[in-house]
Each structure stands twice: as structure tokens, then as C-alpha cells.
């Protein structure tokens, strides 16, 4: 079962509920968390016979707004869908939460209640970026962590190789940190410093890259923190919305959660019902692989490169 917030996003709840009723038509079992007599009404108003499918709802009286500080309000709101449903992944009761909420709660509220894997100082959203000849890239951090120190990018780094191994099937990708140019000495000192901890690890590390060259497949795995990230992300998609037809809405249909201890699906705060069942199948298909999914292994993180700077 997968919970969803029905309550986060810009076009909550109508579009979550109608993206979850499309989801439950391909036989996902869906729990649905948030005003539970709104939640109904919609339902009865799209498909007067949606009680023959698995749709179940949990009430949840309050609601986390998309500019609320993050940590205050998971705090202060425990009764909010996006706190409930995370909750019920936590009991076991659901096997992966998606919303469309404010992302900053969303990842706090996965943090605290679900826990972070060994080692794991911050939890990345990981993106699936289509470029030319049907490849894909993977790119995070794309928005959950704005301030970042040299070590997590390269916790993040082996987060992303774990999941290239279900997503992309590569035993050993190639990694490559976003900077301002691809030779040693560019980036600032964040780019710098994660730079030298990246190379002295046995990952298949490639250098800095250019967005120019992520396009061109130099690398499988793009890492970043998460403010260069989003900004890199949202640049591509205004380009694509307005100059070319490809679409490159890296997170349009979901975006993983990675390091947490659960699956956390995020989706877009503008996402309409389709981009919603899309992230509801992404979740369902993750739960298929959950035990290669989550994050890295214990002992996957040298504790000798990872330590504070």
C-alpha cells in the first residue's frame, strides 16, 4: 500500500486525489491522508464507484503549508497529512509516502520519523535526467539540502552508485561534480574540497563537469548540493518549456528520497493527477526493489573520508 499526502502541493487536494484514483485503477493499493470528508467528495465527483478499487483514507486535520519553516511545522503539526502519512511507513502499515508538500517538511519529516541510513549526515532527492539516444543521468542533490559541507556531496556520491545499480544497471558508474568548469582547480570551495575527498575514494570519480557535457554522457552520476542542483534543474526545464520539445522535468513524475530508511517519493508542488500516478507507480516500483533501494549498506561509506571537515 502507499500512502499519499492528499494535502501538499499547489493543486491539492483535487489533483492528488485524481492522480491517486488513477493510480488505484492500475490495481496500486493507495492510503490517502488528509481531510477525510473533502478527500470523499472528490472522489464521489470523479468515479461514483471508486469504493471498488483499494483506496483507503486516514483523516488528518491539519495541514503543512508550502512556505512554512520545515522543522517548526513537522514539529508543531503531528496531525498534518504529510507527518501521518510518513508515519504509517514508519508502522509498517504502507510501504512508501508520496507528496507534492513542501519538500523541505517532506524531507524533515522523513529524517526524523523514519530515520537516515549509517553515516548519512543529509538525505538527497535523486532525479533521472533524459538525455540524447534514450540514455539517463542521475543528478542530486535537485533541491533537499541548500547548504551543504564537502562530505555529504560524497555521501551523496554513494548514495547515487547504490541506486545506479537497480536504475541503471551499472556496477561501477561514472561520477562527476557539477562545477564551473571540468578542470581540478575550478568551483568554490565547497566544489574545491569535495573535489579532493571524492578523489581520494574508491569510487569510479571523473572529475568536475559542466552542464554542457552532462548532456553529452560524459558521466552517469551528477552530484551537487542541493541550491546549484535545483537552480541547475529548473534552468533546463524553462529552457525545454520554451525553446525545444524535449521534456527534461527531471522530478515532474517523482523523485526519490535517498539515505532515509523508507521510500519517500517527492513530486513537484505544481504536479497535476498524472504526474502523480506517475510518482505513485515510481514509489510501487521501488517497493519491488526495496532491498537494494534504500541508500547504502553500513559499510558501504569509508568513515575516514566522510568525517567532519
Known amino acids: 500500500m502507499i500512502a499519499v499526502d492528499a494535502m501538499g502541493g499547489d493543486n491539492a487536494p483535487e489533483q492528488i486525489v485524481l492522480g491517486s484514483l488513477l493510480a488505484s485503477r492500475l490495481g496500486i493499493s493507495i492510503k490517502l491522508f488528509g481531510c477525510k470528508e473533502t478527500i470523499i467528495s472528490i472522489l464521489d465527483k470523479n468515479d461514483f ?35 501521518k502519512a510518513i508515519q504509517s511507513v514508519k508502522q509498517k502499515k504502507c510501504k512508501a509516502v508520496v507528496s507534492a508538500g513542501n519538500t523541505g517538511a517532506f524531507m524533515a519529516a522523513a529524517s526524523l520519523i523514519l530515520g ?3 553515516e548519512i549526515n543529509r538525505v538527497p532527492i535523486i532525479g533521472v535526467l533524459p538525455i540524447k539516444d534514450k540514455k539517463k543521468v542521475l543528478c542530486l542533490d535537485i533541491g533537499a539540502n541548500v547548504d551543504c559541507k564537502p562530505e555529504y556531496l560524497v555521501q551523496f556520491a554513494y548514495l547515487a552508485k547504490e541506486h545506479a545499480r537497480n536504475v541503471l544497471n551499472l556496477d561501477n558508474p561514472r561520477i562527476a561534480l557539477l562545477s564551473n568548469g571540468h578542470e581540478e582547480g575550478k568551483g568554490n570551495m565547497l566544489v574545491k574540497k569535495a573535489y579532493e575527498l571524492l578523489k581520494k575514494s574508491d ?25 546549484s542542483g535545483n537552480i541547475f534543474l529548473k534552468t533546463i526545464e524553462a529552457c525545454a518549456q520554451n525553446f525545444i520539445t524535449q521534456n527534461y522535468e527531471i522530478g515532474k513524475d517523482g523523485a526519490l528520497l535517498l539515505g532515509v530508511k523508507g521510500i519517500v517519493v517527492a513530486v513537484h508542488g505544481n504536479a497535476n493527477a498524472q504526474a502523480i500516478k506517475n510518482a505513485i507507480i515510481l514509489a510501487r516500483n521501488t517497493v519491488v526493489y526495496e532491498e537494494n533501494f534504500y541508500g547504502v549498506c553500513e559499510k558501504s561509506i569509508d568513515r575516514t573520508i566522510t568525517k567532519d571537515i
Open 203 to 227: 569510487l569510479n570519480f571523473v572529475g568536475n563537469i559542466e552542464p554542457y557535457s552532462i548532456f553529452n554522457y560524459y558521466a552517469d552520476i551528477i552530484v551537487s548540493d542541493g541550491f
Open 49 to 83: 464507484k471508486w469504493k471498488k478499487y483499494d483506496i483507503s483514507i486516514l483523516d488528518a486535520d491539519q495541514i503543512i503549508g508550502m512556505a512554512e519553516e520545515p522543522v517548526n511545522a513537522v514539529r508543531k503539526k503531528i496531525n498534518s497529512s504529510i507527518v
Open 116 to 118: 537516515k541510513k549509517p
